[in-house]
């Protein structure tokens, strides 16, 4: 054995010498080309990105907002010089207050009831009871921008956007703030109103309000959300042995306003007729009033246009009127009898039973 180092490699069955150099090149040089093609495929795979129907997408060029993108295929450069945010601007989310829905569908089937949604429901109203009040709030992106960089931070290394450069769950801050300024605003409402108030009518106007709000307290924020719909769920007494007394109130306070509305509708449809009818009554009397001046008035015009004729000639027209007159009376007669005055006697000329009449002046009557 030699005493240098050289002989102990040979001992082992490795020897420099026999090594086939030319081949251990190749292999190096094909690991390499492996590790090339498999940084450029990375690579172009990071500049290939597709956005959802219901997203939008925001591109970041060395952490400034570049552009915004709609739904579609589209490409940039390669992490991380761009970065691309998917916000779902289409999309409606829904936070639930004061319940957990386990399952939705048709039989929604709720979480039971914990300490946390107890401490979220039970309020205090403005007449000092105690509610609980279960409410939903429904909200949408309407500015990706804002969404990202007004409220939180989603400049934060993730591991989820190393492979190509994109995020779907990009800032949780948002439905965090919605959820603190929404409890606050319908906290406020409640102890604002009576409990009667807060069971009972007021429930729709709180709602109302409380979008109203909310919405407002969000566009100082600048959060880039627009609130659909607050709707209170249920609200109710907190424990069950006053429930049924407030529900019994409620019972008959819809039966009021049913009774009420009932009694509306039918004045409603009342008093319209009655005043159809006595407007066509006026306008009937307006119409015969004007038809009987009318009348007048040419009967009066007719009449003093006579008279004027009259003072020209009384004997003309005194006799035109006369036999105006006795035209218009002769025209209903059905049977007429005309006596020449130079006849002395005329009964003997009258035939009575046969009810013919006497011939006419000028035919040559008989003695």
């Known amino acids: 054995m030699s005493s240098d180092g050289s002989g102990n490699w040979r001992d082992r069955g490795f020897d420099p010498e026999n090594i086939r150099w030319d081949e251990l090149t190749k292999w190096v040089w094909l690991v390499w080309i492996g590790l090339a093609v498999v940084v ?3 690579v172009g795979m990071s500049m290939v990105y597709d956005i959802g129907a219901s997203e939008e997408g925001v591109v970041l060029r060395f952490g400034k907002t570049l552009q915004t993108v709609p739904p579609g295929l589209h490409w940039k450069l390669p992490w991380p010089i761009d970065t691309v945010y998917k916000v779902p601007v289409q999309r409606i989310q829904t936070l639930e207050f004061g319940f957990a829905t386990q399952r939705p569908g048709r039989m929604t089937q709720y979480a039971p009831e914990t300490k946390e949604d107890l401490a979220v429901s039970e309020m205090l109203t403005g007449d000092l009871n105690l509610g609980n009040v279960e409410w939903i709030v429904q909200y949408r992106v309407n500015d990706p921008v804002q ?5 939180g931070s989603t400049e934060v290394a993730d591991w989820r956007a190393l492979s190509n450069g994109t995020q779907s769950e990009v800032n949780p801050a948002v439905p965090d703030t919605i959820r603190d300024i929404s409890e606050s605003v319908v906290r406020k409402l409640v102890g604002d109103s009576s409990i009667d108030y807060v069971l009972t009518i007021g429930r729709d106007q709180i709602a109302k309000q409380a979008q109203v709000l909310l919405q407002k307290e969000l566009d100082g924020f600048e959060a880039g959300v ?6 209170l769920q249920t609200t109710s007494p907190p424990t069950a042995e006053v429930q049924d007394a407030f529900q019994e109130v ?3 306070r819809q039966k009021k306003e049913k009774v009420v509305n ?11 007729a009655a005043r159809g009818a006595k407007e066509k009554a006026i306008a009937e ?3 015969y009033r004007n038809r009987v001046e009318l009348v007048a008035t040419g009967q009066i015009n007719a009449f003093l246009a006579q008279l004027e004729e009259y003072n020209k000639a009384p004997e003309v027209t005194r006799k035109r009127l006369y036999l105006e007159a006795m035209e218009e009376v002769l025209a209903n007669v059905s049977q007429k009898t005309i006596i020449d005055e130079t006849v002395p006697g005329v009964l003997p000329l009258l035939n009575l039973e046969s009810g013919s009449s006497i011939p006419s002046v000028g035919q040559g009557v008989a003695p």
């Open 250 to 252: 409620n019972r008959a």
């Open 226 to 231: 627009d609130i659909i719909t607050v709707k």
């Open 40 to 42: 450029l495929g990375s």
């Open 147 to 151: 969404y990202l960089f007004k409220i």
């Open 285 to 287: 009397a307006e119409g």
């Open 262 to 272: 009932e009694a509306q509708g039918e004045r409603n449809s009342k008093i319209p």
